[in-house]
């Protein structure tokens, strides 16, 4: 068995996934790990973290620039390319790796659950909530209109989706792949979290 | 290179042995390529004429549609395996190969049947004339019913490298090239079977090569091997492998147009003959362009690493070095094209007429060659620092988007001539495009070097 274990929350935009990550890890005593872990990757590799936010799980090219800018060179190339997103990936995976040997985490996206898939100590979530309720959330947060909501949270959820299919060859967001999917409209946030405790407690012998 | 873990050497050991130490396996695989091209058109010159050479070369944008399809999907498939294999995801890599070795066969044979069905109007499009049809339609009614066998070898070739075998790759190689000429002298020199051969041979070269590439990849303790229940196609896995795929492929299928165009002017202003003097100095260039890309290959790794790891005064070394090597390597081409011309064009034939057409081809090709390989290394520089907007547009502007007005222009103007100036003025603004590129990036790099 593993000495630590981990829970990967994978989240729709505008869900409220990160508030859960954070009363579970602060209920756990754990650390969470979201943008933080470009930081980790960045320490571990050497590699600068511009690069990793580079190749980060919302930034990846759509249409045709994709076709034409993206994939030649960082993709058609990285079999001898340091800073193909292909490589900068599977450095990001080696800091996931290392910081599950290390110490017991919550990681935010990024594919954890797929990286991570070998451990006998994984909990996989995935957090949803109704449109009306993400719009709402978004808008207050953002300071835009419920129109601007809604197309950043349709843009934000295809490169999301676009990122983990490629990455993990898994469907984002297909119940198959996690062990709890949770909608945090319905139940609320500190029951989704008390929810992912329990579940936890338990599968993950803590 | 499986598992692209960064290794220590690549930010500490010295730029000049590492730069050489990439290099060399690099630039075989690719001299093997080029010698390939060079022994089949020599037997074809020598051993059935002048123009069956001409014939040959009618066929370069088919074989290079071919090649496109072929890279688009061993590329694809390369670069998807050997990300699922960093991740030790071996089951995924599994199906990965299964796949693209059923996507290689669909493709192949599909295409393959295609241009068989429309070999002749195809052929007529590419600058086939009454004199050349009947060798190129031989020629090719032989490689198509092979095609398949071409795109499963060198799709194969690329998931090897992928997968951490570079040398089964190379030795595929360069197996492919030495079978090949064996059977080339066999076919048309002792069996008289004219370019009837040299197609068998290079369809026997790699069927045979293809055999050993399967027996390599049935050992079941290998991490990828083929296997069954892998090569049902998946739909997931058939859409990265093509949009992966799908920009090298286009670059390649770009390769076909430029050469369509130079194949009609040549055509046009000049003779059948003419065409068979542009596949001489295409594959005399060809060879110094290869070892530029097999430089270009060893600084990828180098340039990016460092710059990844912030390191730039090594990243402005290395560039330093490529772009010497580079040049140095073309101002060779450039001493062989000028004043080696009749040694060069002797390895293909002997005619007077197509030497005489050969000679001033070389001559005007080759006149700003020692330029060139800094344009190139400068455009694959931008692609190693993971720039690769301004890379695109350097091997673009070279070998597309000034190449095609001007040879669509020039010929109107200087006849034949202006089909071979068309090639160093393209060369000669690029170049142009290039420094002004690269010099401001320098700069910029100079800047943060001395800041770090």
Known sequence: MDKHYSICIGRKFGSGGRNIARLVADSLGIKVYDRDLLKTASETSGFSEEFFEQADEEKTRKGWRSLFMGHLTTHGMSANNYLSNESIFNMQSDAIRKLHEQEDCVFIGRCADYVLRDSDRLLNVFIAADMDDRIERICRHADVTPRKAQSLIEEHDRKRSSYYNYFSGRVWGDPTYYDLCLNSTTLGYDKCAEIIVSLAKERLKI | MAELKTPQELGTDGIGKLLIRYAVPAMIAMLASSLYNIVDRAFIGHGVGPMALSGLAVTFPLMNLSAALGSMVGVGSGTMISLKLGQRDHESAQMLLGNSVTLNVLIGVTFGLLSLVFIDPILTLFGATDVTIGYAREYMTIILVGNAFTHLYLGINCILRSAGHPNKAMVATIGTVLLNTFLDYLFIMVFHWGIKGAAIATVISQVLAFIWQCYQLSDKSELIHLRRGTYRLRGDLVRNIVTIGLSPGLMNAAACIVVLLINRGLLKYGSDVAIGAYSIVNSIAFIFVMMVMGFNQAMQPIAGYNYGAGQIHRVL?????????????????????????????????????????????????????????????????????????????????????????????????????????????????????????????????????KNS
């Open chain 2, 317 to 449: 070394r290395v560039l330093y070095l490529t772009l010497f090597f580079g040049t140095l390597v073309t101002t060779l081409g450039f001493i062989t094209g000028e004043f080696l011309t009749d040694f060069c064009i002797k390895i293909f034939t002997d005619d007077p007429e197509l030497t005489v057409i050969a000679r001033r081809g070389m001559h005007l090709v080759f006149l700003i060659f020692p330029l060139i390989g800094s344009q190139m290394v400068t455009g694959n520089f931008f692609q190693s620092i993971g720039m690769p907007g301004k890379s695109i547009l350097m091997s673009l502007s070279r070998q597309l988007l000034l190449l095609i007005p001007l040879l669509l222009t020039l010929p109107r103007f200087f006849g034949m001539d202006g089909v071979w100036y068309s090639m160093p003025v393209s060369d000669a603004l690029s170049v142009i495009l290039g420094f002004s590129l690269l010099i401001p990036q320098v700069r910029k790099l100079k800047v943060i070097a």
